[in-house]
């Protein structure tokens, strides 16, 4: 069985690759077959601007302060010296201090310097501030744990900062501040930390409705359950539950908290998740034609979204009554199904993140689909799991390789700034 399941995981693999050239990837602008692939278009930060558009010290940025770091103290081994000759540190208290940081924080800056002189040949990434172990900043500030950097180039052209944010952005720092005209301010999450962690979409209290009755907790869902979804005209169906395509049980996370009242329900989902909104003027009250699928941080109050109306035989578009946030630790799960819709908590909801379109996503997905029933009728007996532990912790396989594609053929605007965290390395 173990063969099985690695030459599928080969094939599947294979089959991605040949549709992706086949198709150009449809879903962006396509290198085609034998062109050469475009670099991606950078747009330069505003004055004042910062990504993700959240305060610096939650868990959808760079994640809480976690207390000053000394020399003298025990986490002081959590800092790394950065040696790099292609960055050029101003250590004005000439003690090597700014040249102290976390890996993850060196990492993000490491890979910055090599765009910065991409970008710009013959200017070097300029450091201005580092680690900050003389209390020059304001309290509670990451640069007193090496989490923070302040940049420049090293020609100090001004004229270039906004797009050096832009590249700060891309080099993968979890907040990055256009915060001066003199300087750019990034900063990163703490090494092992809560915020470090990625993934999740839903959290494990979120119930879903089974085929054979009742409901059942998202967390607990195993191959072989079919759960209420939707097609694409809003007709109510029910679907094979196929994988996690991530897993993180009794993980922290930071969820949106969407409320309605009539009808009334209440979902919580990370920021980067889809949820399907109804038109403003769309007068049917029942099914989904025409809706769209937003992230969960751009939904706002007053917009509709589909719920499960009394009786559970139709959806109705509810008016949003609030958006929150609230912190929940009871782990984070992203149930995939086989129409890549599903209800949670009686709220109409896509299977994906990430990317703000439904119908690329579900397309993207097709070859997993395809190879899993081939698969499940090859080896009816192989325990519903045929394309690699669907149920284990943890961001699967399939949706790391598709992100990575994504990165790779589609503008950085195009995917959430929240929706996936790659491991330094």
């Known amino acids: 069985m173990d063969e099985m399941l690695l030459l599928t995981r080969i094939l599947l693999v294979g089959f991605i690759c040949a549709l992706l050239v086949s198709s150009g990837l449809t879903c962006g602008p396509g290198r085609g077959i034998g062109k050469r692939r475009h670099p991606k278009k950078l747009t330069p930060l505003a004055y004042k601007q910062f990504i993700p558009n959240v305060a610096e010290k939650t868990l959808g940025a760079s994640g809480r302060y976690e207390g000053k770091i000394t020399r003298n103290s025990e986490r002081f081994k959590e800092l790394t010296p950065n040696y790099n000759p292609d960055i050029i540190f101003k250590d004005e208290e000439n003690t090597g201090a700014d040249r102290l940081m976390t890996q993850r924080c060196k990492d993000k800056l490491n ?31 990451l640069h007193y744990e090496g989490r923070a950097v302040d940049i420049t180039t090293s020609d100090r052209d001004r004229s270039k900062y906004g797009m050096l944010a832009r590249l700060a952005v891309e080099a993968g720092f979890d907040w990055v501040y256009y915060e001066s005209k003199a300087h750019i301010h990034c900063s990163v999450k703490a090494e092992n930390s809560v915020a470090a962690k990625s993934g999740g979409c839903f959290p494990g209290s979120a119930t879903v409705h089974l085929e054979q009755g009742g409901t059942k907790l998202v967390k607990d869902l195993s191959p072989g359950d079919r759960v209420l979804a939707a097609d694409a005209e809003g007709r109510l169906l029910y679907s094979d539950f196929l994988a996690f395509l991530d897993r993180e049980d009794g993980s922290h996370k930071l969820f949106y908290v969407i409320e309605t009242r009539q009808p009334r329900a209440r979902l919580l989902l990370t920021a980067a998740h889809l949820l399907f909104v109804a038109p403003q003027h769309n007068q049917s009250q029942e099914g989904t034609p025409s809706s769209r699928a937003l992230f969960a941080s751009h939904v706002r109050p007053g917009q509709r979204v589909y719920v499960l109306g009394e009786g559970g035989r139709q959806l109705l578009p509810a008016a949003v009554h609030s958006v929150s946030l609230r912190e929940e630790a009871s782990g984070a799960y992203a149930p995939l199904t086989a129409q890549g819709t599903i209800l949670i908590n009686r709220v109409l909801a896509s299977c994906y993140a990430v990317i703000e379109e439904h119908s690329w996503a579900h397309w993207a997905f097709a070859p997993f689909r395809l190879l899993q029933g081939m698969l499940a009728a090859l080896c009816p007996f192989g325990g519903g799991a045929p394309v690699g532990a669907p149920t284990s912790p943890g961001i699967h396989w399939y949706s790391r390789l598709l992100y990575r594609i994504g990165s790779w053929v589609l503008d950085s605007d195009s995917l959430h700034p929240l929706g996936m965290v790659v491991p330094s390395s």
């Open 111 to 141: 890979a910055l310097a090599i765009s910065v002189m991409n970008q710009w040949p013959g200017v070097k990434l300029r450091v201005t501030e580092g680690w900050d172990e003389d209390g020059h900043h304001s309290e509670e500030s």
